[in-house]
């Protein structure tokens, strides 16, 4: 009897095509470089005869052909391409077996999902599901390991499976584009210099645009600039100053982002021995640079004249003369005003910063990209990621192993993004490929603490973040010497201080705390490391849509615990927070803190924790409530600076005309988490 028919994994009976054989077989034996057509082609025969001689009586199942191929091969003893056929087996069992489970998305994961990620026709029309999307991208990141002669199939099912499960998210750039626009870039993070010439500073605008137009955000040091009022050689005029430059940056930026896929973001970022440092501190006060966010980059200098109350020297970027001498507290006092009121500027501690800089000989590090989390050199740019910690948490207790293996695929696929990348600039790709840099991070960090019965604003928080990021850290750097040793290191690393502690390294650096901003909402969970923002509220999506919102995990315990109540949660929004609550359980209350019920001190503290094993810098905002003086932010500065932070944002409630998240009635941007209200956030 001649087979004709076999039933799929369905149940549906199709029929029997022997090409299909003959086509497998041929992809075993070239996954094994030994790629026979004759032999294939005898093989196949040889697997329709045994088919034919079993089946003779009755249908055979797919698996039951797969089965028989495995056989032959093993007859033959091919043992190499058997194992190639068992990996492509397993491999789609792998794959089916997670299509088959629901992708259990939010209602506001959808809505920024459809916005800004998925693929669109011409027309506009979404043509791809999220399912899609992760597939999308695993594939075009996997296929890099072909270049280093590795399993790309097996790394694709690995990346995939990572991304749906919600385990580990790429930075937008990397979903929005990898494999469907690389031309538009898959790096979140650059930073551009601007030298003292109206031709570098307008090519500098040019290159914004161009990072931009694809999701990137920019960075920029405006310290070289002379000072306003100081006299051009060239023309006999009078400089304008690195201020009234910075419109032409903003506009820009404005420009871009009406067509772009989500806003435009930059850093904007002055010396404090800059001559004009006090406009620059003053220059938000209006309302103007809605597309920036300022951070004054402060020395230690300069913080030891503020401790000690003694005066610093102003100094001409170009001739590097004392052009002044200002009380440091006086400055200080201009700057924490300036931060209470509208949020900005942070500070950088740039001496921190480059006292962790491993690649001296390239130059200072004088800029970060808009967050402040990735201090970068010029024409430099970094890949981010970050794992979603509420997926290791198992009945109380922390999945060591499974993190630590999830930290290796980030890694590896992290390495991959910088060889898929097209760049927007041959000077960015040729200083990113020379380092390699990349920064894994987290998020879903507060709500991880609830899982474990942690309240934010402990010590034992704290020592768990320190204990959690150096796990992540040991475990990254591990993985980035295996592929420096398997595919070699990055090219700077003869000239890098980590060729005395390593024998091999593939990245400059492996680990960032970044803010996470649309990436967590897509996750399901809290921003970054920042503590829950609030615990129900109404969150603004499209043309004005609005969408109720609790945090999934108070509401889960609420049903489980007996207290789950409608009116309850109407009450929490309006107010903000569940501490006042006495029919919410004590131990509930606890755990389920929010922004403003933190202390500044905590803040920083839990940031200063992250920071200890963090390669690069945490972006991470102090919260304050609208009531905050002055005199707190001073302390969230000084700590941060005690503490060796190498950054520090406060954001006092309400202190902006518009922003993009608010407790109480008010509404919350959709593409919103948690992380840093008010100002441009979000990889």
């Not at 290159?207 to 600039?225: D, E, M, N, R, V």
């Not at 933190?598 to 940031?607: K, N, S, Y």
């Amino acid at each position: 009897m001649v087979l004709h028919s076999v039933q799929k994994r369905d149940g549906k009976i199709v029929p029997f095509i022997s090409v299909k054989i003959h086509q497998v077989l041929e992809k075993a034996f070239k996954a094994t470089k030994t790629a026979d057509g004759h032999l294939v082609f005898q093989l196949t025969h040889e697997v329709v005869e045994r088919l034919h001689h079993k089946f003779n009586q009755t249908i055979p199942h797919v698996e039951d052909i797969q089965d028989t191929v495995e056989e032959v091969l093993l007859h033959h003893s091919f043992m190499d391409v058997l194992t190639a056929f068992v990996a492509y087996r397993e491999q789609h069992r792998m794959k089916r077996k997670t299509e088959s489970s629901r992708l259990l998305l939010t209602p506001n994961a959808m809505k920024v999902l459809q916005q800004r990620y998925l693929l669109r026709d011409r027309e506009g029309k979404i043509i791809e599901t999220p399912d899609q999307l992760f597939y999308r991208v695993a594939k075009a990141i996997a296929r890099v390991d072909k270049f280093y002669k590795e399993d790309a199939l097996a790394s694709e099912s690995t990346f995939y499976q990572m991304m749906r499960n919600l385990e580990f998210l790429p930075n937008s750039p990397t979903l929005m584009n990898a494999g469907a626009h690389p031309e538009l870039g898959l790096a979140a993070c650059y930073v551009l210099p601007i030298e003292d010439s109206l031709s570098d500073i307008f090519s500098a605008v040019k290159y914004q645009a161009l990072i931009q137009q694809g999701a990137g955000g920019t960075g920029f040091s405006f310290s070289k600039l002379r000072p306003k009022g100081d006299l051009v050689g060239t023309t006999k005029g009078v400089a304008s100053g690195p201020v009234s430059f910075m419109r032409i940056f903003d506009l820009t930026t404005d420009v871009i982002k009406q067509g772009g896929k989500r806003r435009g973001a930059n850093m904007a970022v002055l010396r404090v021995d800059h001559p004009d440092i006090l406009e620059f501190i003053s220059c938000k006060s209006t309302g103007a640079f809605s597309n920036f966010n300022i951070s004054v980059g402060v020395t230690d200098t300069f913080m030891h004249a503020v401790l000690h109350n003694t005066s610093y020297h102003l100094v001409h970027p170009q001739t590097t003369k004392v052009v002044n001498t200002l009380p440091a507290r006086d400055v200080w006092k201009v700057l924490l005003q300036q931060a209470w009121k509208t949020g900005d500027p942070g500070l950088l501690f740039l001496d921190e910063i480059n006292r962790h800089h491993v690649l001296p000989e390239l130059g200072s590090i004088e800029a970060t990209n808009p967050c402040g989390e990735q201090p970068l050199l010029p024409f430099e740019s970094c890949t981010l990621g970050s794992i979603n910690l509420t997926k290791f948490v198992v009945d109380g207790q922390i999945v060591w192993d499974r993190l630590g293996k999830t930290v290796e695929d980030a890694v590896h696929f992290l390495d991959n993004v910088l060889d898929a990348n097209l760049f927007p600039l041959p000077e960015i790709a040729t200083m990113t490929k020379a380092n390699r840099r990349i920064g894994l991070g987290v998020m879903g960090w507060a709500e991880f603490l609830i899982l474990l019965s942690y309240r934010y604003d402990s010590a034992e928080a704290v020592h768990l973040g320190e204990r959690l990021m150096r796990f992540i850290e040991e475990r990254a750097l591990l993985t980035s010497q295996r592929l420096g040793k398997k595919r070699g290191n990055f090219k700077n690393f003869v000239r890098s201080s980590l060729r005395f502690r390593y024998p091999h390294m593939r990245n400059v650096t492996v680990t960032t705390i970044a803010p996470t901003g649309t990436i967590s909402i897509i996750a399901g969970c809290s921003s970054g490391i920042e503590p829950l923002f609030g615990i129900s509220y109404v969150r603004e999506v499209l043309q004005g849509m609005h969408l109720p919102e609790t945090n999934s995990f108070f509401e889960k315990i609420a049903k489980d615990r007996g207290f789950y109540r409608a009116a309850l949660l109407e009450k929490i929004a309006r107010i903000g927070t569940v501490q006042r609550f006495q029919e919410i359980p004590q131990d509930v209350r606890r755990v389920f803190v929010t922004a403003h019920d933190i202390t500044p001190e905590w803040h920083v503290r839990m940031q200063s924790a992250f920071q200890k094993y963090t390669d690069n810098a945490v972006s991470k905002t102090v919260n304050l409530s609208h009531s905050a003086t002055v005199k707190d932010v001073e302390r969230a500065y000084l700590l941060a600076y005690q503490l060796k932070c190498k950054g520090i944002t406060v954001y006092r409630d309400g202190s902006k005309g518009k922003q993009v998240l608010y407790l109480g009635k008010q509404l919350i941007d959709a593409e919103f988490a948690g992380g840093c209200p008010g100002t441009s956030c979000g990889i």
